[in-house]
Structure formats: structure tokens, C-alpha cells
């Protein structure tokens, strides 16, 4: 199946710092990636799709100036973080559409800790 | 507003017993996957549904999507403790929109 590798896992930062967050595809191309903000005990938000070439779709609500998102090649998508403060703080994790299947592969995750 | 509501929001059951889980939307969906997330983790597609009316059994897991389209159930059997988690139910709207809209989740816990 479709891999996608997140790195860092975790990161903690002082504020006013900026953090990158990478998503790569392992074992296929991926045009298009999605980026997810998760906070404690809620469900999934898109915060913007990143798309390969070009520039990214934000969702409604999220700052394209304080999440800077570059997907320079098929198979990376990185995701800055600016000027990082501590109610950014949160779970973020990035998603890539499955080629061998109908479903979401998904990276493991980073967890962003801002102090 | 959640374009996709879940029920319950935290179920806390002993081994053994039976759960359904429901995601309700009053949008159409072109397709509807359920996930299962562990703390610290990225979410894990458990199944795709496709069809309206399809039902989709995975050993003691079964999914149901509506008729229309626009809801989904997951059915647990049994339930162990290693069901313990995060379950959520997210789809593809039928409006062109690629992204994964994720309902707000069921979180499960299973007693030994």
C-alpha cells in the first residue's frame, strides 16, 4: 500500500520560531497532499491542500502567511510553520490520496509544541 | 458546523459486548472510509464504501453506507480491548472537492 513518511514526529520550539514539517511519498506520486490540524480529543481539520507545482489551497479561517505550504516535487510536501506561537500548538498531519485504492494514506503525524 | 456527525461521542463498554457507531451528513458523498486512530498516530483506513446501500464485513467490523448516500454506520461485534480508540468516519464530497471531510469522532474504550 500507499506509504507516506512525516518527520519530525514531534518538535518543541520557542516562540516566535518557525518550524518545518515534512510529508513525503515513499512508494508513489502524489500531486496533490493534504495537511490536517488535530487538537486533544477533537476530530481532523483540513487546513489547506497542497498541490504539486503550484500554490496551495487554504481552507477558510487558516493564514497562508503563518502556515507556508511548498510542494516543490511529486513526492514532497513541506508545511513552515511561522513565527510559531503557543496556541499553535497541536497535532498536524499530512495525507495523500491512495493510487492502489479508494482511501487516505496518512502520516504518522508531528506533534508541535510551542513554548 | 461538522458537515459530518458521529454518534456517540465516547463509548465505554465491556469486553465482549456489541457498539454501532453513526456518521450522519445531510451532503451526498461520493465515497465514505472509517479510520481508526491510536493516540500520537496518524489514522488508519479501516474500509471504503462506495456504493449507496453497500455493506462491507471486516472479521468483527461491519459497515453500512446509506441508500442515499449521505450516512454510515460501523457495527462492532464482540468487542475486545484492542478495539480501544479513535473512530472516525470521513468522505469525499459528491461536489468535486478532493479533500477528506472527517466526522468528529467516536472514541471508544473497551473494558477487559
Known amino acids: 500500500g500507499a506509504v507516506v513518511s512525516q518527520h519530525p514526529s514531534w518538535v518543541i520550539c520557542k516562540s516566535g520560531t518557525s518550524v518545518k514539517i515534512e510529508c513525503r511519498s515513499l512508494?508513489?506520486?502524489?500531486?496533490?497532499m493534504f495537511w490536517y490540524r488535530q487538537f486533544p480529543k477533537q476530530s481532523l481539520m483540513l487546513m489547506a491542500t497542497?498541490?504539486?507545482?503550484?500554490?496551495?489551497?487554504?481552507e477558510q479561517g487558516v493564514e497562508k502567511d503563518k502556515f507556508l505550504i511548498n510542494h516543490a516535487s511529486l513526492t514532497l510536501s513541506t508545511l513552515t510553520v511561522t513565527s510559531a506561537h503557543p496556541e499553535d500548538s497541536s497535532f498536524y498531519i499530512c495525507?495523500?490520496?491512495?493510487?492502489?485504492?479508494?482511501?487516505?494514506?496518512f502520516g504518522s503525524g508531528t506533534r508541535l509544541t510551542v513554548v | 458546523t461538522q458537515l459530518l456527525e458521529q454518534s456517540p461521542q465516547f463509548l465505554s463498554i465491556q469486553e465482549g459486548e456489541n457498539l454501532t457507531v453513526y456518521c450522519n451528513s445531510s451532503?451526498?458523498?461520493?465515497?465514505l472510509q472509517w479510520y481508526r486512530q491510536e493516540p500520537g498516530e496518524g489514522p488508519v483506513l479501516l474500509v471504503t464504501?462506495?456504493?449507496?446501500?453497500e455493506v462491507k464485513k471486516l472479521k468483527r467490523l461491519t459497515f453500512q453506507f446509506g441508500d442515499a448516500r449521505k450516512d454510515s454506520s460501523l457495527h462492532i461485534t464482540a468487542a475486545q480491548p484492542g478495539d480501544t480508540g479513535l473512530y472516525l468516519c470521513?468522505?469525499?464530497?459528491?461536489?468535486?472537492?478532493?479533500?477528506?471531510?472527517f466526522g468528529s469522532g467516536t472514541r471508544l474504550q473497551v473494558q477487559p
Open positions: 470521513a468522505g469525499v464530497m459528491d461536489t468535486g472537492r478532493r479533500a477528506l471531510t
Open positions: 495525507s495523500a490520496r491512495d493510487p492502489f485504492s479508494y482511501g487516505y494514506t
Open positions: 464504501v462506495v456504493t449507496g446501500g
Open positions: 497542497s498541490n504539486e507545482g503550484s500554490k496551495a489551497t487554504y
Open positions: 512508494d508513489f506520486q502524489a500531486t496533490t
Open positions: 451532503s451526498v458523498f461520493s465515497s
